[in-house]
């Protein structure tokens, strides 16, 4: 059983410049969800792609987007990068939106 | 709006000496609260799912227990190697499910040896 994986590991991106983050789901599983981590604080939910289809969204602007494909992998997208976007962003897979098995994520650094 | 309050917010142990992890939470209503295991700069590592108060889970030396308004993650004996930052979170019903996980800002643990 393959589990979640993401890439790139790490990226650094300037101020303003767009990012695409990349996130295969488990075998079997989907549904992915996207989530934001901050240093020091729990990850918040971004949201969550269903059967190619955004199907929750948590408090994020507009410039967050993203898009599942039929293999159920799914890319996030964000545009106008700002400074605060610096986090660590992770993917979680689950089988229609129960237990979310997380991957190692992508640690984004923005100058 | 849905709360996740975790405590202690870091905690520093003895090897052996048990222990256990509070996180207390509100939700419109609960479809699952989970707890994590996370190391640093990795992602979140799925520990247990609990669905209905009175439900108990046990992994080797981790137990988790669920009431109505809080979850205990207690470690027994803990080794070295379970240090890490333990994450609770919550699944609304509200949402359909479509809502994504709540969480807490975990409890950072240390086993000296």
């Known amino acids: 059983e393959t589990g979640v994986t993401q890439s790139p590991t790490h990226l650094i991106k300037t101020r303003g410049q767009q990012v695409t983050l990349r996130c295969s789901s488990q075998?079997?599983?989907?549904?992915v969800s996207w989530y934001q981590q901050a240093l020091g604080q729990g990850p918040q939910f971004i949201f969550q792609?269903?059967?190619?289809?955004?199907?929750g969204r948590g408090n994020f602007p507009p410039r967050f987007s993203g898009l599942q494909f039929p293999n159920y992998s799914s890319e996030l997208n964000v545009n106008a990068l700002e400074l605060d976007d610096s986090a660590l962003y992770l993917c979680?897979?689950?089988?229609?939106?129960?237990?979310?098995?997380f991957g190692p994520g992508t640690r984004l650094t923005v100058t | 709006e849905d709360q996740v309050t975790q405590s202690p917010e870091a905690l520093r142990l003895q090897e052996g000496e048990s222990s256990s992890l509070n996180c207390s939470y509100t939700?419109?209503?609960?479809?699952?609260l989970f707890w994590y295991r996370q190391d640093p700069g990795k992602g979140p590592e799925f520990l247990f799912t609990?669905?209905?108060a009175g439900e108990e889970k046990e992994k080797e030396r981790l137990k988790a227990t669920l009431t109505k308004k809080e979850s205990f993650l207690h470690i027994t004996a803990p080794k070295p190697e379970d240090s890490a930052t333990y994450l609770c979170?919550?699944?609304?019903?509200?949402?359909?499910?479509?809502?994504?996980?709540?969480f807490g800002k975990g409890t950072h643990l240390i086993i000296q040896p």
């Open positions: 979680a897979s689950s089988l229609n939106g129960y237990e979310q098995y």
């Open positions: 075998s079997g599983h989907n549904t």
């Open positions: 792609y269903y059967r190619e289809e955004e199907n």
């Open positions: 939700v419109s209503g609960l479809r699952g």
């Open positions: 609990l669905y209905s």
């Open positions: 979170a919550v699944h609304d019903k509200s949402g359909g499910g479509a809502d994504g996980l709540t």
